[in-house]
């Protein structure tokens, strides 16, 4: 029976999209791919991005070019004393801490650069790595079949496209995760709350300064009970993207969206905060955002089409490591798609990328959650001991940073060959047969 090489479509043209087609891409020869995106043009929703070591590897493991321009971009903390700190922990109350003796939790490692980015920044160097004509705006599916190996897409505006394999990375919310999970866990669809909200912001360093002193040049993370205050130099060193969360034991109602509130009422929410955080809030916007997860995910793949990033596992961002985790599917099931050489091969190379990619993701998910409950200072283990869970962190996020990406690689490429070889010697079987 004559073969054919893949046909295969992304869905969603943000980071773990736009990652998987970059490391598609970078095969000898390419690996061709087209990605459909809802939106008209490019867009980057969302501020600063933490990425660690893990996601680094990931990029350079998947284009040493997608690597270099990443450096290009990046900004670690202001200070070089501060260079191998993820991360430092403060009380968010008036002082810091200072007059009881507190010099800050540091959270790092002597192995460990910092490396932040403004989420645009990042998706125009890996917008530059994509061939014109890669991606096709303004295509949003609205439903997907599959029959007989083949993947129907059905778009909005009445196109259906055909392709062997699909790849949802449309973000949370998206459609894909329904065809995944619809039928044998339709529980599983919808995202989980997080018990918490956001109000994010973005100052001026010079502003920042001002303001809060040195206090602005470096990762910090401002601790009380059941709120918290993150910031941290974006844009070159040139803007602080600031992050505050909200501990919300009522549950979100209605949309999974941004809320608008008053001004009044987000200030109401910061009294007890050193003043000078109360200050930053000027350049905060009142609006709440609500954070959701998937700490449950049962399986990535359904036939032929099969999740990645936010879709498949997004994570609470206590730990800054859910886009690191979107990386790493990326770089994981390229490789895989890589070695594909015809139709018959992609259940195979799918139920390798499940195995290898979903029991590492979802750890790091439900891991997050845990973090979350440290950092509003209500985890029984810790409490409010600020050095304690300095400590925990500084074991616990290097399993992360340093994990065997490597490693994973090399098993996932074994098991797809033993995977592929036992399928093939079934249909040799059946055709004898």
Request: charge should be negative; aromatic fraction near 8%; glycine fraction near 10%.
């Amino acid at each position: 029976m004559a073969t054919k090489h893949p046909e295969i479509v992304i869905l969603g043209a943000g980071i773990g999209g736009l990652a998987l087609a970059i490391g598609l891409l970078s095969h000898d020869p390419p690996v061709p791919c087209i990605v459909y995106e809802a939106a008209s043009k490019f867009d980057a929703i969302g501020a600063g991005i933490g990425l660690g070591p893990n996601a680094l590897k990931s990029m350079e493991l998947m284009s040493p070019k997608f690597a270099r321009l990443y450096d290009e971009i990046k900004v670690g903390n202001g200070r070089a004393e501060k260079l191998h700190e993820q991360f430092e922990i403060f009380p968010a109350t008036e002082g810091f801490g200072e007059k009881e003796g507190w010099g800050g939790g540091s959270v790092g490692h002597e192995r460990f650069t910092r490396s932040s980015a403004h989420r645009k920044a990042l998706l125009e160097v890996m917008q530059g790595l994509i061939p014109e004509g890669t991606v096709r705006f303004a295509k949003r599916v609205i439903d997907i079949t599959q029959s007989d190996g083949e993947v129907s897409m059905h778009f909005a505006d009445g196109e259906v496209a055909k392709c062997d394999v699909v790849v949802g990375c449309d973000g949370i919310k998206g459609m894909t995760r329904k065809v995944v999970l619809g039928e044998r866990w339709p529980q599983e669809i919808p995202a989980k709350y997080c018990d918490t909200y956001i109000y994010r912001g973005i100052a001026p360093m010079k502003e920042a300064r001002e303001i809060i002193g040195d206090y602005a040049l470096d990762a910090k993370w401002f601790m009380t009970k059941g709120k918290g205050w993150a910031m941290y130099p974006i844009t070159k060193g040139e803007e602080v993207n600031i992050v505050a969360f909200m501990h919300d034991e009522n549950g979100w109602t209605g949309e999974q969206a941004a809320r608008e509130v008053s001004r009044e009422e987000m200030l109401s929410e910061f009294e007890g905060f050193d003043r000078r955080l109360f200050k930053l809030l000027n350049y905060v916007k009142p609006m709440k955002w609500p954070l959701f997860h998937h700490p449950d995910t049962p399986t990535y793949i359904n036939g032929r089409v099969c999740l990645l990033g936010d879709c498949a596992h997004a994570s609470s961002p206590s730990q800054a490591a859910g886009a690191g985790q979107g990386l790493e599917d990326a770089l994981i099931l390229s490789r895989i798609l890589g070695l594909v050489k015809d139709t018959n091969q992609l259940d195979a190379a799918l139920q390798v990328y499940d195995s290898i990619r979903r029991p590492r993701a979802q750890s790091v998910v439900r891991e997050s959650r845990d973090v979350g409950q440290a950092y509003f200072l209500t985890h029984p283990d810790f409490g409010h001991d600020l050095q304690k869970i300095a400590d925990e962190a500084n074991k616990r996020l290097p399993l992360i940073w340093w994990y065997d990406l490597e490693g994973d690689v090399k098993k996932a490429e074994v098991a797809f060959h033993a995977c592929r070889g036992k399928r093939d010697a079934e249909r040799k079987s059946k055709r004898e047969d």
